[in-house]
């Protein structure tokens, strides 16, 4: 039960992020290290993913390990009643690792305190999906050659996106970024967070409107703003078209500065942005392979 | 006015004063004195100078930890101990909210683990006036207004 796990992107110190980060440097320099070869990680996905799925599968063929698992809990046990316990505890026996998605919150949690091997959670509900912070962290250190003296900018759904949040507290560990939020009032970043970054004496801005104030940015971070998230459909009408990213407000943004998303988009950027330099959301994609590599490297003493 | 003992008097164990009548069978459960082989008498909306209807329990030769008592603190936060020897107050005591909190209250949102399988939930106490407890597995803060004790 004393297995290493990476359940929230709190489990980590400033410290493991940025051996996460050192090692999937040398993961993407020299993909084919075999250091999983002969051990066997179960991806549980009790919902489907198939984003964050193949990555996963990705980086543990790469790292020659072999897959057991599931795709959507309509192919498990679970249509026969089996309780999560029961699962976990099944698998710990077969499998070195397990890297499992789950609907409910606190899953992942649950998960590795029942589990004799390394959890990774792969996402719980609306509450965390760690792997993507650290590739979102990874992509900045990247593109900015450091995670000190960030200005990034957050656009769309702030209120329920748990990439932004999770983003937000993992840069809070470095020197002296610069938050600002671009968000419709129904959206904006909660309290909560406003308060961590006060008490921790960060700076912050808000703004309601997608203006030239880019210009400063080094990351920007787009999310989808989605109809379900509004109480009156009229709300959702009347800021469906406001946070839209097109490649003309690209102008006088800095030259170093970079666009991400967690995806998949809908329209929120405009795809003539893709073929802007600046936009950076498909390598995003790829540099979560060699993340995952990362973590499942750190999580395993592999390196 | 003559005073008058609504519940009899104990020679030793514990009385616990100041339950709100509300929280008395939520008490007893919470300290599964309903599975007690010692002898339990409980009085429920009594007056009160401070509280709108109170509860006392007397629990013949029993004493509690802190620990245990403190668990009551969620729904009686108001509730005060005297230990009993010989008929006499040996000892005052009044509850406190503890830094954690194992299996009392419900997760109050409804996506998490802790209301699907059946498990403990585990809060740790972020605000002890008003009290608000953070889940330990999805994370998600419930507050006073919301909270449900199981």
């Known amino acids: 039960m004393n297995a290493k796990n990476l359940i929230s992107i709190t489990d980590f110190s400033k410290e493991e992020y940025l051996r996460i980060m050192d090692l999937a440097a040398d993961f993407e320099a020299n993909p084919d290290q075999r250091l999983l070869d002969g051990k066997v990680v179960a991806t549980l996905f009790f919902e489907p993913s198939t984003r964050t799925r193949l990555s996963f599968e990705t980086a543990i063929n790469r790292l020659g390990g072999e897959i057991i698992g599931f795709t959507d809990s309509s192919s498990s046990s679970v249509t026969k009643g089996e309780t999560l316990h029961d699962t976990i505890k099944m698998v710990s026996n077969y499998a070195d690792l397990i890297v499992m998605r789950h609907p409910l919150e606190g899953s992942a949690r649950y998960a590795s305190e029942v589990s004799d091997v390394p959890v990774i959670n792969a996402g719980d509900g609306a509450n965390q999906h760690p792997t993507q912070t650290l590739l979102d962290l990874y992509s900045i250190v990247k593109t900015q050659d450091r995670l000190d003296d960030i200005n990034l900018f957050m656009v769309g759904d702030l209120k329920y996106g748990r990439t932004v949040h999770s983003l937000l507290m993992a840069m809070s560990h470095f020197n002296n970024p610069i938050f600002n939020f671009i968000a419709p009032p129904e959206l904006a970043m909660p309290n909560e967070y406003k308060l961590y970054l006060q008490s921790k004496g960060m700076r912050y801005f808000e ?21 379900e998230r509004f109480p009156d459909p009229v709300d959702y009408e009347k800021v469906k078209n406001v946070y839209i990213l097109r490649n003309k407000m690209l102008k006088h943004t800095k030259d170093n500065m970079r666009i991400l998303h967690p995806l998949p988009r809908v329209n929120e950027i405009h795809t003539d942005v893709d073929s802007n330099p600046k936009a950076y959301y498909f390598d995003q994609a790829r540099n979560g392979v060699y993340t995952r590599m990362a973590i499942i490297a750190h999580l395993l003493n592999l390196k | 006015m003559k005073k008058q003992l609504n519940v009899s008097a104990i020679k030793q164990g514990t009385v616990i004063d100041h339950i709100p009548s509300t929280a008395l069978f939520k008490v007893i459960s919470i300290l599964k004195l309903d599975h007690c082989k010692d002898m339990v008498t409980f009085g429920n909306n009594l007056d009160s100078n401070v509280m709108d209807g109170k509860a006392i329990i007397k629990v013949e030769n029993r004493f509690f930890k802190d620990k245990e008592i403190n668990k009551i603190a969620l729904v009686a936060p108001h509730a005060k101990l005297n230990t009993i020897k010989d008929y006499e107050v040996v000892g005052k005591y009044v509850v406190e909210i503890p830094d954690e909190i194992q299996d009392i209250a419900r997760c109050f949102n409804p996506k998490c683990i802790t209301n ?29 207004d919301q909270m449900e004790i199981k």
């Open chain 1, 207 to 227: 703004h309601t409107e997608f203006t030239d104030i880019i210009s400063e940015a080094d990351i920007i971070y787009m999310t989808r703003v989605q109809k």
């Open chain 2, 116 to 144: 699907h399988e059946n498990i403990d939930t585990y809060f740790e106490v972020i605000s002890k006036s008003p009290v608000a407890l953070k889940c330990r597995y999805c994370e998600k803060i419930t507050h006073q």
